[in-house]
């Protein structure tokens, strides 16, 4: 290899180093002539010999030269480590007690309207459409005001929603037909075994594992649902069985829909309005199939002379209370995972269960207290071990 210095000099000045590859153990060391002394920018210096690279380093000793950096004080140092902040995880701890707080607000209002309706026009299919419509038309108007931004969605987005829609349209019609045929409260004590099917469906469909508490903790939730509906004074089989496939169809929906959720650009309140939306088009022609325009005429006529101009209000309050807690709900949802959504929604059943049997003066037996009571402790140990 051959490196060619030159200086910038008056004079054409040329250094030339020949280098060959050094034999370590056999080469000896080569001296350099001394520079003759000149006139500045007027020497000629030419090394005939081959100058290896050994030559310039003393054998058995070798320096390191270590510089060491110094920033400039002037700026500050830019280190990008995020530390967990004890302020912003209080503020997101009382964001999701505010959801959680008006999502079973809106829940007990709701339940009371709902449940209003379906004694005086019992058709719940009709009655879980209309609440589907106006959660759609709502959303439609955010969307067109700009009041919500609209969400970007695809053809893949829409095809993972499809089964969230599916659940959900089953579960919200089977919830619908339960308290159709039996109390507020007795529906909302069947579907507080909700975390028992939660397990159950993420261990044998997921294949999860819990520690043994988690398992000690359903049998409180079983026994006490259990209990309570042998014990109910005004029992029927399809309202029992409404609960518990709303039970099952809701787990499906939370799992698909956090799922869903993962990964996605649609906010939780976009996304609960894509959903009404989807499964608005799948119950449609089903409600229409099962019960008709001409029974929900007559029914809608005898409702009105009965009740007055008020049942109209009544089908307008369940509908928009209806889109509204679901709508917070998933906005919680957006946040917490599957089993923790599923206690939150156990735990709102407290508040439904207590005012539904105040308002509607439901006779209780004591058993029956004793059944549904054992089952909210279940789900609040289950909460505590989960």
């Not at 449940?115 to 589907?132: D, E, G």
């Not at 931004?149 to 579960?171: M, N």
């Not at 957006?334 to 006779?363: A, C, E």
Request: proline share 6%; glycine share 6%; net charge positive.
């Amino acid at each position: 290899m051959f490196a060619t210095l030159r200086q910038p000099v008056k004079s054409h000045s040329l250094i030339t180093l020949s280098h060959q590859k050094p034999a370590l153990s056999n080469a000896e060391p080569s001296s350099v002539p001394s520079l003759p002394s000149s006139k500045p920018g007027n020497f000629n210096l030419s090394i005939t010999k081959p100058l290896h690279v050994s030559s310039l380093l003393k054998p058995r000793k070798s320096l390191v030269e270590c510089n060491a950096y110094e920033a400039n004080r002037s700026e500050p140092l830019d280190v990008n480590i995020e530390l967990p902040s004890a302020q912003s995880e209080t503020a997101r701890k009382v964001k999701l007690g505010i959801y959680f707080a008006t999502w079973w607000a809106l829940n007990v209002v709701f339940n009371i309207y709902n449940k209003k309706v379906l004694n005086a026009f019992p058709y719940p299919w009709l009655t879980s459409t209309l609440a589907l419509a106006a959660g759609s038309l709502m959303m439609l108007v955010s969307w067109a005001t700009r009041l919500v931004e609209p969400p970007k969605t695809d053809l893949g987005f829409w095809k993972t929603l499809l089964p969230v829609a599916v659940a959900h349209t089953i579960g919200h019609v089977a919830a619908t037909v339960s308290m159709s045929k039996v109390a507020v409260s007795f529906t909302h004590i069947i579907k507080s075994g909700e975390p028992a099917f939660t397990v159950f469906v993420s261990r044998f469909l997921l294949g999860e594992t819990f520690p043994m508490p988690v398992y000690l903790s359903l049998v409180p939730i079983i026994g006490g649902c259990a209990l309570a509906a042998a014990t109910e004074l005004n029992f029927n089989m399809i309202g029992f069985m409404g609960a518990m496939i709303s039970n099952l169809a809701f787990v499906f929906r939370n799992i698909f829909s956090k799922k869903g959720m993962t990964g996605k650009s649609v906010s939780g309140m976009n996304y609960y309005a894509c959903l009404s939306m989807l499964s608005l088009l799948l119950l449609t022609p089903f409600a229409i199939a099962v019960e008709g325009p001409q029974a929900w005429a007559a029914g809608w006529q005898k409702a009105v002379s009965d009740i007055g101009p008020s049942f109209v209000w009544w089908v307008a309050a369940q509908s928009i209370f209806y889109h509204l807690y679901n709508q917070v709900s998933y906005m919680s949802l957006d946040q917490i995972s599957p089993l923790t959504f599923s206690i939150g929604n156990t735990m709102k059943r407290i508040s439904v269960i207590v005012s539904s049997i105040i308002i509607f003066h439901t006779p209780v037996l004591p058993i029956n207290a004793i059944g549904a009571a054992i089952a909210i402790l279940g789900t609040f140990l289950y909460s505590q071990v989960i």
